[in-house]
């Protein structure tokens, strides 16, 4: 069988910063990492494949730096990868991802599931995957935190969804996406990391992928980031020490001061 992996480099940080003109992150000057929860997803892909036969061939769209997380995922265990990069795929919303993605895993021919994590940590949609399903006509499955089942024609998953487990058995070819519950990822070893650094990466662009202009990046996005704004920073709390009388005596003068203000 043959599994299509969609994988991210995302910004190793906590604070994302945004451009203010075009709505999008800035990703220059802050390092990246391999999005924590796609780890999951090609665990998972990497799982049947092993039990069933095939490939796993993992892509993700992004500058040439992105190569680096096709690498990782080649250390873990994929077959092959391919980068989508092309100025035209710059400033994509996710409907656009979602089409570009899809024209990739129509390009690479028969395809028997393709697997994402969850969501991404910088911009925390879930909608990619789905954006997917819909490009390619595909069935779906979100939330994944199972795979029971697989065979040549269906799946059976197990979702979990905030009012408890959902047993779903679906049709192949089809669009999963997986949550961290759902395995445990392995780790690559000093071999695999070899073989990754050596591996073979072709990048795809908007020629390959024979998708209009119209329809990718900034220009093929029917969203757009309007506004953007900082969260106000909460009060941090203090810590103090000292014996337990001194303590005691020094919040109950806290408290009655409070009461006096009041």
């Known amino acids: 069988m043959n599994f299509v992996v969609a994988v991210k ?11 203010p003109e ?26 049947w494949r092993d039990e069933l036969g095939g490939t796993v061939t993992v892509i993700t769209m992004g500058p040439r730096q992105a190569e680096d997380v096709l690498r990782e995922a080649i250390s873990l265990g994929a077959d092959e990868a391919i980068l989508l990069n092309d100025r035209a795929f710059a400033g ?5 991802t979602g089409h570009t993605l899809a024209a990739a895993v129509e390009r690479l021919g028969e395809v028997d599931a393709v697997f994402f994590g969850k969501q991404a ?26 795979v029971r089942e697989m065979t040549k024609d269906t799946v059976t998953v197990e979702r979990y969804v905030e009012t408890g487990t959902q047993v779903v058995r679906a049709s192949l070819p089809a669009v999963l996406t ?43 996005s029917p969203t757009r980031v309007v506004a953007t704004r900082t969260p106000e920073v909460r009060k941090t709390g203090k810590v103090h ?13 806290r408290l009655l001061g409070q009461r006096e203000e009041g």
């Open 9 to 19: 480099q995302v910004p190793d940080t906590a604070e994302v910063r945004i451009d």
């Open 22 to 47: 075009r709505g999008t992150l800035i990703r220059k000057g802050v390092p990246s990492i391999l999005n924590p929860f796609d780890v999951y997803a090609l665990e998972e892909a990497l799982r």
């Open 92 to 96: 994509a919303d996710t409907w656009a």
């Open 121 to 146: 940590i910088d911009g925390d949609t879930a909608q990619t995957g789905p954006s997917v399903a819909a490009s390619l006509d595909w069935v779906q499955v979100t939330f994944v935190g199972k």
């Open 178 to 220: 997986i949550l961290k519950d759902a395995n445990t990822p392995r780790v690559s070893s000093l071999r695999s990391k070899m073989r990754a650094r050596k591996a073979d990466i072709p990048v795809w662009g908007i020629e390959e992928l024979g998708l209009p202009k119209e329809v990718t990046g900034l220009k093929g």
């Open 241 to 253: 020490t000292g014996s337990p009388e001194e303590l005691a005596s020094m919040l109950a003068d």
